[in-house]
């Protein structure tokens, strides 16, 4: 019957402005590539209104230093090797522990080093270790975190899949397959760090390497051979290598551009400094130096950056930090060319970018560090291999400022009680059009930021209390902005009426004894006026002449709703309003009897069970365990916890069929919940033996999880599963006596999903919340809800009750009586709206008995068949199941004041 109902939400993400770090880059076998980047930081503060592009002739020029790319190890071709998933993922950082001889754990990072989302659902990760060859079935998956998911699903379950794969130095690697539903992705410039375990059987693993796609390229040991002198020449000579054994004389290597041949076997001898003539003694020989340049395969780039439109932004309090980042190598490359600071802002730019290998290439800027009003462009470069540098331009351009401010502090009229500390303030421009509101707090600075220039009015409604008669004209007050500057109009007040107010009578009529009507006055002046309250009999009010106003009226629930009441005033204008009472909701009551909270007597006259008022017309028993097995005469293994013997219990609820009470049994709850290995005979065999009045399905599985909702294909993993329960258990029924009833307590959100009654509507929360189990009983109602004689809807457990017509901030609201529609439009028999009696309130559902009845007069107007109540003994936080049942049998029962104060027994 009780559940708790998981919210799941989305993280929200706050992207700061970070310092671009130095990079290293991995490009197919782990190539490294560093990048020199400079520190950015986003400009502070703004100003100027200077625009345009054009250059002057004499406009300075300053040089920055040139750069230098020669030296690094760059791709040979703009090309990245494919990776199995995504190409934009590369495996960064990797950290291992070895607990124990029987197990290793340890964790890897995923970077996205794209500027796009990058799917995870199929990624191949390969997993090789230096020592020892692994197998798939001694790894385990243990989590990950930074995959994220699109609304609404924000979550969803992540597995691995691992198979032997490649041999790699020898050793069998395993290739790690990520599965993950829900279109799973890593953001853009964002990383997902994977945890996993390893048992090494006691072997020593070594270094353990990851690698996005297939399998990782093997490192082949290098095999010298030798090489005949080359007569002083370079291309084709292996260069020396400190690792690499030289078995025999006559090899010949390069080193630092000299040509050397060994003597005799040598390894880690660096030539340079273990080299002399034949007879020396040395291991190597000089030959001499290589005389063929190597061929050309870089180029450079002559940049000229236009930064003159920027003297007037980067300049005073304003300070300016602007990389220019030069991206190229299909995102391998990247690194800050040269920063636009204060000191060369203003000027053209001019440095020389050399040792650039043959490719594509853009000027970016990061985002952040442009000055507000601000632009970059900058053409693509292409870098061709050779001495002549490709000349590239980039330009800064400044939009004059066109926007300002305007501050105002409102000041808080005297002799008038609001209702609220603010008001709304809109901003009106010269065709009354309202281009701002604000929620203005009396007494404290508000503004309207980045409007354009030009001739406004801060306007709100006027200010009313037709008691006292104390008006405030409507607000208006001319603000002029100005590009560029914030108009301050300092304390703005509301300007008090001083004529035109005359006497008004409002005469009620029908309420009784200190009944009271609440009375909510609009006008077509733009007046706000103060909620006041009236008794029965003439109230003396004071309102605006020739005003035209409108009374809306709202009277306790025992009365028929008023219709509002136009009037125009006029001195000693009489407005009659009669209020008469509404006919008593007609409804039952059903309520869950807890058998493990109820003692043991030795009568069946003093048992609870049979002591239970006659206004709870229907007693469900709860709960007996769908998979029971029934001995005749015993409750053991039925899963229910009477302490009483089996024939007391019988003789109770013969007392409750004596006083025109049903009985039932309620099968499931949150803890029985085995479905699967329903007895439906044994459930039916108990109700036949307790003459019993039929059965209560309280199916609540732990996660429903429908797909195709809020169209007319919706369908859930659990629908063919309950619709067969349903079946089963009414043929079971039957048979044991015809006429028996076959009730389901039903999911607070079971019912949306549909069209009519979606989760969320153009990604809103449309009727709320929405969870695992939204729209479990649209198809089996649909189907075979025919079979069923009635529902209890357990409309609690979902969130902060939220009653119609009302508002709530956070996405957790649910409101009862939206739900019980939702049920009402795809189930035609009787249904029930349940409540809940505190401290039980999962989900924040935390009633109070005036809620309860507010909600049951809701339920009764859209025809619900009465008030389920969870559950009869129920007792804390300063209520009791009574505080909640008497008010409401008093509603279905206005005269019954006797019966109405019988009280349930509680334990």
């Avoid at 009944?515 to 309250?533: E, G, I, L, P």
């Avoid at 007792?875 to 104060?901: D, E, H, M, V, W």
Wanted: hydrophobic fraction near 35%; proline fraction near 6%; aromatic fraction near 8%.
């Amino acid at each position: 019957m009780y559940g708790l109902w998981t919210f799941s939400k989305g993280d929200g993400y706050m992207k700061t402005h970070q310092n671009i770090r130095l990079n290293w880059m991995k490009i197919k076998k782990l190539l490294l590539i560093p990048l020199i980047v400079l520190g950015v930081s986003a400009c502070n503060g703004g100003g100027g209104s200077s625009g345009g592009t054009a250059t002057s002739a004499a406009a300075a020029v300053s040089t920055s230093p040139s750069v230098d790319f020669s030296g690094q190890a760059q791709l040979s071709t703009p090309t990245v090797a494919a990776a199995t998933g995504n190409s934009c993922l590369t495996v960064t950082s990797a950290s291992t522990t070895q607990n124990t001889a029987s197990w290793v754990s340890g964790s890897f990072v995923i970077t996205n080093s794209c500027s796009t989302t990058a799917s995870v659902n199929g990624l191949q990760i390969s997993m090789a270790a230096a020592n020892s060859s692994l197998t798939a079935k001694s790894f385990s998956f243990n989590s990950q975190t930074g995959f994220v998911y699109p609304a609404p699903v924000y979550w969803a379950a992540t597995t691995m899949t691992v198979a032997n794969s490649t041999t790699v130095n020898g050793k069998t690697s395993l290739l790690l397959t990520v599965n993950t539903a829900d279109n799973g992705v890593i953001n853009s410039k964002s990383t997902a760090t994977i945890s996993y375990g390893y048992n090494p059987s006691g072997q020593s693993l070594g270094t353990i390497t990851f690698n996005i796609g297939n399998s990782p390229s093997p490192t082949p040991t290098p095999t010298p051979t030798p090489t005949p002198e080359s007569g002083g020449t370079c291309p084709g000579i292996a260069a020396w290598n400190s690792t690499t054994v030289y078995p025999t004389a006559g090899y010949v290597v390069v080193y630092s551009g000299i040509e050397y041949r060994n003597n005799w076997w040598t390894q880690g001898d660096n030539p340079a400094t273990k080299s002399g003539p034949s007879g020396s003694g040395q291991p190597w020989t000089s030959i001499g130096s290589c005389v063929s340049p190597a061929p050309t395969t870089q180029g450079s780039i002559a940049l000229s950056v236009d930064a003159t439109s920027l003297k007037s932004v980067c300049t005073g309090s304003t300070s300016c930090n602007i990389p220019l980042v030069l991206n190229g190598q299909n995102g391998a490359f990247q690194s800050t060319v040269t920063t636009i600071t204060n000191s060369n802002a203003g000027t053209i730019v001019k440095v020389n970018v050399t040792g650039l290998n043959t490719g594509n290439y853009t000027l970016t800027v990061p985002n952040g560090s442009l000055p507000s009003q601000v632009t970059f462009s900058a053409a693509p470069i292409s870098v061709v291999a050779g001495t002549t540098p490709v000349s590239a331009t980039a330009t800064f351009s400044v939009t004059p400022i066109s926007t300002g401010n305007v501050n105002y502090t409102l000041v808080q009229p005297s002799g008038i009680t609001l209702g609220s500390n603010s008001i709304t303030v809109n901003l009106v421009n010269s065709s009354n059009a309202t281009v701002g509101s604000n929620a203005t707090t009396f007494g404290q600075a508000a503004s309207f930021n980045n409007i354009t220039a030009g001739s406004y009015n801060l306007t709100s409604y006027g200010l009313a209390d037709a008691k006292t008669g104390v008006y405030y004209s409507p607000l208006k007050q001319a603000a002029t902005i100005t590009a560029g500057a914030a108009t301050n109009l300092g304390n703005v007040n509301f300007t008090k009426v001083s004529s035109g107010i005359v006497p008004v009578i409002l005469s009620v009529t029908g309420l009784q004894g200190n009944d009271a009507a609440t009375v909510t006055v609009t006008d077509s002046y733009n007046y706000k006026f103060n909620v006041f309250s009236v008794a029965n009999g003439q109230t003396s009010l004071n309102m605006l002449n020739n005003d035209n106003v409108v009374f809306n009226i709202s009277v306790p629930t025992k009365y028929k709703t008023v219709s509002p009441v136009s009037a125009t005033i006029s001195s000693g204008k009489v407005v009659s309003v009669g209020v008469s009472q509404a006919p008593a909701p007609v409804g039952q009551i059903v309520g869950y009897y807890e058998t493990w909270l109820a003692r043991a007597t030795w009568e069946a006259s003093t048992y609870s069970l049979a002591n239970i008022p006659a206004y709870v017309n229907t007693i469900t028993i709860a709960f007996a365990k769908p998979d029971a097995v029934y001995t005749s005469g015993s409750f053991s293994g039925t899963g229910l916890d009477f302490t009483p013997s089996f024939s007391l219990v019988e003789s109770s609820i013969a007392i409750a069929h004596s006083k025109g009470q049903k009985v039932l049994l309620s099968v499931g709850g949150a803890t029985y919940q085995n479905f699967t290995n329903l007895h439906e005979v044994d459930l039916a065999n108990i109700v036949k033996d307790l003459h019993l009045d039929g059965i209560d399905i309280d199916f609540e599985p732990s996660a429903g999880n429908c797909s195709n909702l809020n169209t007319t294909s919706i369908s859930c993993p659990t629908d063919v599963q309950l619709e067969s329960y349903i079946s089963r258990l009414r043929t079971a029924l039957d048979k044991v006596r015809p006429g028996l009833t076959l009730s389901a307590a039903v999911w607070s959100i079971g019912a949306y999903g549909t069209p009519t009654y979606p989760t969320t509507q153009n990604g809103i929360v449309k009727y709320g919340p929405v969870g695992a189990n939204s729209g479990i009983w649209v198809n089996p109602l649909k189907n075979v809800g025919s079979k069923l004689d009635e529902l209890f809807l357990m409309s609690y457990d979902a969130g902060v009750y939220t009653p119609t017509g009302t508002t709530c901030s956070s996405y957790a609201c649910y409101d009862p009586s939206a739900a019980l529609s939702a049920y009402k439009a795809i189930y035609s028999g009787p249904i029930y709206q349940g409540i809940e009696v505190p401290p039980e309130a999962w989900g924040g559902n935390v009633l109070t008995p005036t809620n309860a009845v507010n909600l049951a007069t809701t339920a009764a107007s859209l025809g619900a068949a009465g008030t389920m109540i969870w559950a009869l003994e129920v007792q804390g936080n300063g209520y009791t199941s009574n505080s909640f049942l008497q008010p409401i049998c008093l509603l279905y029962n206005p005269s019954a004041t006797s019966l109405c104060s019988q009280l349930v027994p509680l334990n």
